[in-house]
């Protein structure tokens, strides 16, 4: 396995620039998510890593060695799709085996046979291996598509939104047996997602990308908790932060603040607070959620409740100052003492 | 506006029984949400009330008039099948007047009838622009603005929002509940999915195989499942189930896990085996020796919480954990459950067992009812 840097790495498609100053530096063995929208740089990235692109301007290195000018073979990164990209025609043992059979290495049949049969095992899919690829569900495509990646054994992993095109239940599965794998394996990961959930239980660290700009790179805690910008903030988190009139908060707000933002869980529903006059929306037990509305402010509350409020209720919040956060006009936080308890 | 009431409804496809003796009132006004996975017979049941089917036997009345037999055409319903499918060609008015020109209506009752629902939707200033502008939130208002020009007696809706993607999903649930709030019509919404059906419902109806398994407001649901398959079936991370290794009697106050005493609401029905069902968010972490003991297996941080996996001496469990702590694998950690909030469960029939809270519950809702 392998370190990556990135340094200074720029990348543009006509007047687009779809990567700019992009500096980051991913551990050997880390697991680095790229959060962010769609047209964000972040497939790019991965590409340039690859080195499917050239970048215009800046360096690459892995382990040390500068690669920027490398062939994308002698790199040894394994790509790992959304869509499955499997050969219909193999067997799943053969889809397997394939990378060992090229030119490239010529692996020795025991050895191919050894290989592919350890990371079955590892994929759960042992039972499967003389199954055409065609007949097998969505989530075992992708495990052997993962397993065509993990059999190289290459120095890094670059996924591109691997679990995006399946169902929410074989997400849930996949994403903790990714994250096992990866341990376990030790390897290097560079994942690709616009899902912060993925995001956030997935990762060590998180790099969010906004327009070609690496915005803020941390830990899930860190960059959950201390967002630099407001873009940032509302990248983490479903229900997304709440964004709050600033004459809610006259007094308390530091000076210069253009926009004050609390977390769901963050918000308290008291029977004694500062801001009445809500009627409740929608609540929902199963995702402890409360949605209500003041003067056509819509507020989303993470609540525990024994029983649900009934649409149309009345409701009373609470935005305690500490755990609000303050962004001047520009979207830059504002440093407000206590915030570190909000991590 | 109009009450439907189902009685001993019952459909057969040659020897598949889709939809079993299903009897059912569907309140005035209410939003309802028919909730089961795939051939649980809820998309059955409501091509029957759209008369898109008819039953085997058994009848269906609406605001007390038989339309068991009616055609379609004659009951003055609205059948909405996909929220998301205007006419790209015509501007928001034309989509908007769309059903009424179908049906005949004079021009200045669709003008009045179009006006009228833009304002509700908040989407007047629109009226002469093209579809093709429109942003994923506005387009949607014109498609249920749509639905609702006709002014039905009920509307029926089989998984309008299926093919959203999560976040737009969440949007649209919002949206057509403020609607109902404002129109208060008579709404039966078919879904498979849990958090839809939590969100949007006054009254849900959990189907599974043909049967209808339970039928009651979210929160009965959620904190009283009939059986495990609803509680199973509602809420993620699922609730927690725990097999008791000894019988439960009619007044015990507690049951025995790994040898640890832990309270329970009072029992009214005993079983000669039980399984203890406990949600994830009623499980709490406490002070060392205050209560089960038990590892930290596995963390998954959400930001907003942890989800955590335990196992303890008598099985394994997930507890939801407040993002203020920070647990992680292979701590050792003190568990306790929110004691109202626990059920029981007879493990052979998979049927809940009545206690203290659940009589409660049901007395509170009986007196609710007068």
């Not at chain 2, 008039?65 to 034309?94: K, N, S």
């Not at chain 2, 003190?334 to 206690?355: G, H, K, P, W, Y």
Request: proline fraction near 5%.
């Amino acid at each position: 396995m392998a370190s990556i840097e990135l340094s200074g790495i720029g990348r543009s498609f006509g007047a687009v620039k779809a990567v700019s100053g992009l500096n980051l530096q991913v551990a050997d063995g880390e697991f680095l998510v790229l959060l962010g929208p769609s047209g964000a740089g972040k497939t790019t990235t991965l590409r340039l890593i690859a080195g499917l692109e050239r970048p215009d301007t800046g360096r690459i290195r892995m382990d040390g060695h500068d690669i920027t000018e490398s062939l994308p073979a002698s790199r040894d990164c394994a790509f790992v799709f959304q869509q499955y990209s499997l050969y219909p025609h193999l067997t799943v043992f053969d889809n397997l085996a394939f990378p060992l059979r090229s030119p490239l290495r010529r692996s020795a049949p025991g050895e191919i046979r050894r290989r592919v049969q350890e990371v079955a095992e590892m994929l759960h899919i042992e039972g499967k291996l003389m199954r055409r690829a065609t007949e097998l569900s969505g989530g075992e495509m992708q495990r052997v598509a993962i397993g065509r990646a993990l059999v190289r054994r290459p120095r890094v992993f670059l996924m591109d939104e691997p679990l995006s095109s399946l169902d929410a239940q074989l997400r849930e599965e996949l994403r903790v047996e990714l994250r096992r794998l990866q341990r376990s394996t030790g390897s290097t990961v560079i994942y690709v997602t616009h899902d912060h959930v993925e995001a956030t239980t997935m990762a060590d660290r998180i790099g969010i990308l906004e327009h070609g700009v690496l915005q803020q790179v941390g830990t899930p805690l860190e960059v959950y908790g201390d967002p630099h910008t407001l873009p940032v903030a509302q990248r983490l988190g479903s229900p997304a932060i709440n964004l709050l009139p600033v004459q809610w908060f006259e007094g308390r707000a530091p000076a210069g603040t253009a926009q004050v933002a609390i977390r769901p869980e963050d918000v308290l529903l008291s029977a004694e607070g500062e801001a009445a006059g809500f009627q409740v929306i929608e609540c929902s037990l199963v995702k402890h959620q409360l949605v209500a509305e003041r003067h056509g402010v819509e507020v989303h509350a993470r609540v525990m409740l024994d029983e649900p409020l009934a649409p149309g209720a009345p409701a009373r919040f609470g935005f305690p100052t500490e755990r609000c956060l303050f962004f001047d006009a520009a979207g830059r936080r504002i440093a407000t003492p206590g915030l570190a308890a909000g991590l | 506006m109009a009450e439907i009431r189902i009685d001993k409804l019952h459909k057969r496809f040659s020897d598949f029984v889709a939809v079993r003796d299903s009897t059912l009132t569907l309140a005035d006004g209410k939003f309802v949400v028919l909730l089961g996975p795939s051939g649980c017979g809820k998309t059955t049941t409501l091509r029957m009330l759209a008369g898109l089917e008819f039953p085997t036997s058994g009848s269906i009345a609406l605001g007390g008039q038989d339309v068991t037999y009616l055609r379609p055409r004659e009951r003055d319903i609205a059948m909405v099948f996909q929220l998301f499918a205007l006419y790209p060609h015509l501007g928001v008015r034309g989509n908007l007047e769309f059903p009424l020109r179908n049906e005949g209506l004079p021009r200045a009752e669709i003008e009045r009838r179009v006006r009228e629902v833009a304002a509700i939707l908040r989407i007047e200033h629109l009226l002469d622009a093209r579809v093709g502008g429109l942003s994923g939130g506005d387009r949607q208002r014109v498609a249920l603005g749509r639905a609702i020009v006709r002014e039905p007696q009920a509307f029926l809706m089989d998984e309008p929002l299926g093919t959203l993607d999560t976040e737009f999903r969440e949007l649209m649930c919002i949206e057509l509940r403020k609607l109902h709030d404002r129109l208060k019509t008579t709404t039966v919404f078919v879904t498979h999915d849990q958090n839809e059906a939590m969100a949007l419902a006054d009254h849900i109806v959990v189907m599974n195989q043909g049967d209808i398994l339970q039928a009651g407001d979210p929160g009965s649901i959620y904190n009283f499942p009939s059986c495990m398959f609803v509680a199973r079936f509602i809420g993620r991370p699922a609730m927690n189930f725990i097999p008791l290794s000894a019988a439960v009697q009619p007044g015990d106050e507690a049951v025995s896990l790994a040898g640890t005493a832990v309270a329970v609401p009072r029992v009214e029905a005993g079983a000669a085996s039980a399984v203890l069902g406990v949600r994830p968010e009623h499980v709490r972490l406490v002070a060392p020796g205050e209560g089960q003991s038990a590892v930290v297996q596995h963390v998954e941080y959400f930001g907003s919480h942890w989800v955590t996996e335990m196992t303890t001496a008598a099985g394994s469990l997930k507890a939801l954990v407040d993002k203020s702590q920070r647990p992680a694998s292979g701590d050792r950690v003190a568990i306790a459950f929110n004691t109202a909030r626990v059920v029981l469960f007879d493990a052979a029939t998979e049927q809940l067992l009545a206690s203290a809270t659940t009589r409660q519950h049901q007395e509170a809702l009986r007196h609710g009812q007068h």
